[in-house]
Each structure stands twice: as structure tokens, then as C-alpha cells.
């Protein structure tokens, strides 16, 4: 063991997770959005919309997130259409394409964890509310959205796990994130195992701390 | 024990095995993903110049030899590990490699290159043919020079843990923005989708892909050799240390250094470079 070397790595590593964190909390401010969109689409009574939204969060959750990136990175970069189009401006850089990929990816998740949140909750708290002459707005606002949000925690909490191991992958698109740095220093050094025992103990770290987080809410909103 | 037991065991007891069993079979890793060094055909079988060469070399050692797969960003840890015996797989003999690992003398050289899509603004570039980083002198100096400046703002791609990568790093072209990538394959890939402006690799690594896709890459600036670019390509091999396994290391070099000498007097290694690099790689 070249413990060293696990200290000299420490301080270029943990550089390097501002960029992991920075995807992490990219994709998830748009994952969020397009999970509740797709979660609202998935309520809809119209066949199509919800067929729609079914077929979106069925591919996405059906297909490795390394093929989703690899398709969006280097497929679409193939394409002369794509690249001659405004959208090459984005594509062009490997930064946005993961952050497209990953969104898209925990959007997918996200709306399936929002959709079963608000179908679990019971008819009788909306009727309870009803009989009370509360109107459906507040309804909403008050009982449905906290019912809700306590619901989907755990599962949500989760989903930021796998997304922050998720980003991992953003080292195969050229990305110097945390997973990247490593390699790099590897490729240097020709050590893995100090290297990846540090950088794993970084992705350790964040975890615990998204862990207690979430726990921290789970208690905040249980009533 | 009915017969279901029994094959769960067996299976089980396979795996703890296979790893263990210490065949005196010499195991050569391979990337697989550098043609015309080496690569795989269309059904998976890996093919080369480096392949060839190696079953050539086994037969002058005399022993058998099984080529296996490796990443080429885990290839030397993988040597140390022991998941295979030596490295043929394109690898410069180089100064920083040399602290970790041994080399076989070499077998075959071959010139980097600078390579653009055709209508960059680095076409046309001013130096001369090929420099030689390890006898310097004005011309080259000049010729890093105007390198430096036709390189300044542009994206430079290169394979990951390889001499150019080195060269890009070491200050020689000032400071570069370089992209690094998993496999060559990848940086030809962004070099042809316009978000490389530019990539650095062996010279015939280009041609070989502009010849196979048709797509307009073109050669441009000098051909590197010597300094970061280390001297020509060997087989790598593990410092032998103490015990038989150490032993065993130390006679793997001997072996191939030997078997090298041969391939070479009897114009082996020339007729195989031939073959693959279209002129006579050997050295």
C-alpha cells in the first residue's frame, strides 16, 4: 500500500468532485422537472399522453445508462444533420450531452417514483377533506403534495444515490470528474487500488451525508 | 448427494480455481483496439501485426501461448497482477514506463502524428518533415515552436496513458487543452464529428482510419519520434523479483529477447511489419 500516494491524490480528487457534484446537481434540478411532467402524464386519462409518458420511462428505464450517454455523446455526434443544427452548440460538449443523458435518465425514475407517490395516497384523505368543505385547490397544496413528498422520500433518496454513482460515467465522455481524475492518476501511476480506494471513499462520503439528509427530511415531514 | 448439489459444488469450486491453476502456458495481453498494431476482424478474433508476431515469437520459445484482452488504461496494472505475463499491445519503451515495468528490446517503431479533418486552419503548417525529440537542435525548436502557437485555443485528443498524451503534457508545446479518451477508436470518432480540433497518435493509427471510413483526415506538422515518445516498441514485462515466479519473469525476458533476435535475423518481424504497416515498421 502506497499511502502517499492515497494523500497526494486526496487533494486533486476532491477537486475533482465539484465536478461530479455539479453534474449530480444538474441533472437532478432537470430530472425532477421532467419526472413531474412525465409523472402528470402518466395520470392523464387521455390514452395517448399517458401511453406516451409509459413508453418514455419504459425505454429509459429499460436501457443501460452507459449506452443512453454513449448514443447521446457519440451517436448523435455522427450524424451530419445534428451537427450542422443549432442543437450541435450543446452536443458539442461532452459536459452537456451527460448532463442530457443523466437528466433524461433520472427523469425516467423520478416520474415513476412521483406517479406511484401520488396514486398511493388514500381516497379518504381527499373525502376527508371534501366533507370538510375544503376546496380541491387547497386540497392539493395541503394534503396531497406533503402526503406525496413523504411518500416518494425513501424512494427519491435513493434514485440521488444511484444518480451520484451514476456520474461515474461521465469519465467515459472525456469528463474529469471524480471517476475521471482517478483514472488519470492511475494511467500516471499504474497503482489502482490506492487511487480507487480513495476516490471511493469520496462517493462513500457523499452518500452518508445524502443519506442523513434525506432521513433528516423523512422525519421533518412525518406527521 | 443427488446430481444438482454435486454441480452446484463443482461450479462453485471452479470459480476459486481457474484463477489459481498456474498453467505454463505464457499469456500475452493485447488491446485489441489499435489497428494495424492490434485489433479485431469483424467476428471478434483479434488480428494484427502484434498478433502475428507473437505467435511467431512463442514458436521461437517454444512454448504456447494464449493472447488475452486487456483495456489499455489497466494494461500495466494488469501486468502487475499478474492477469497476464507480458504486454504486446503497441507500448513505447519509455523512461516512466521503465519504472514500473521491464522491457524486451524492440520489435518495431513508428512516427506520431498530428492529424486534422480536411480544411482545418492548422493544414499547411510550416515545419519540418519529422523531428527528433532526443537530438534537438534549432530546427526542432523551432518546429515545437510553431506547433505551439498552431495549437494554442484548439481541443487536442488523444488516447488515454499513451507517449502522446506525455508529449501534449510535458510543456514541450506550451500548455495544451488536451481531452484524453478510453480508445483510439473514440478519439477518431470526435476527431471526425468536429469536437477535436485536433488529435495526436501513431501516424498509421490515421491513415489506417481514413483509409477504413473514408473520412477527408489528413496528416499535418512533423513526425515525432524520440524524447516523450520513447524508443520504438517492446515487450513488456514484470520486474523479476525473488522466489520461482520471479525466476520465471526474469527467463520471460531473456526468452523474448532472444526469440526478438531471431525474428529479426530471419527477416520475421520485417515480412509481418510489411504486411500490416505497408512498409517495414521492424527494428
Known sequence: ?223 | MNIFKKTIISVLASLFIIGNVYADKIKIGTEGAYPPWNSKDASGKLIGFEVELAWTLCRYIGQQCEIVEQDWDGMIPALLMRKFDVIMAGMSITDERLKVINFSQGYADEVASLAVMKGSSLEGMNTPEGINLTLGGSSVKKALKTIESALAGKTVCVQTATIHQNFLESGDVGSVNVRTYKTQDEVNLDLASGRCDVALAAAVAFTDYAEKSGKPVVLVGPTFSGGAFGNGVGVGIRKGGSGAIGERDAKLLNDFNKAINLARKNGDISRIATKWFGFDASM
Open chain 1, 1 to 223: 500500500m502506497d499511502f502517499e500516494l492515497m494523500i497526494n491524490s486526496f487533494p486533486r480528487l476532491l477537486s475533482a468532485t465539484i465536478i461530479t457534484l455539479k453534474l449530480l446537481s444538474m441533472s437532478l434540478f432537470f430530472g425532477l422537472f421532467i419526472g413531474l411532467f412525465f409523472a402528470v402524464m402518466r395520470m392523464s386519462k387521455n390514452i395517448i399522453i399517458n401511453k406516451f409518458a409509459y413508453g418514455y420511462s419504459y425505454v429509459f428505464r429499460g436501457t443501460p445508462l452507459l449506452v443512453q450517454i454513449f448514443i447521446i455523446y457519440f451517436g448523435f455526434g455522427q450524424i451530419e444533420f445534428i451537427r450542422n443544427s443549432i442543437l450541435w452548440v450543446i452536443l458539442k460538449e461532452p459536459y452537456w450531452c451527460a448532463i442530457i443523458a443523466f437528466a433524461l435518465n433520472t427523469g425516467a425514475y423520478t416520474s415513476e417514483i412521483l406517479r406511484s407517490a401520488f396514486q398511493t395516497i388514500k381516497k379518504g384523505y381527499i373525502e376527508a377533506g371534501k366533507s370538510l368543505g375544503i376546496s380541491s385547490k387547497i386540497i392539493f397544496y395541503k394534503i396531497q403534495i406533503p402526503i406525496a413528498i413523504k411518500q416518494s422520500l425513501p424512494a427519491y433518496g435513493n434514485e440521488i444515490i444511484l444518480m451520484l454513482k451514476g456520474t461515474s460515467l461521465a469519465s467515459t465522455v472525456t469528463l474529469m470528474d471524480l471517476t475521471g481524475v482517478a483514472k488519470y492518476i492511475i494511467s500516471t501511476t499504474f497503482k489502482p487500488i490506492e487511487v480507487f480506494i480513495v476516490a471511493g471513499s469520496i462517493y462513500l462520503f457523499m452518500t452518508f451525508l445524502i443519506h442523513n439528509l434525506i432521513k433528516f427530511l423523512e422525519r421533518r415531514y412525518n406527521y
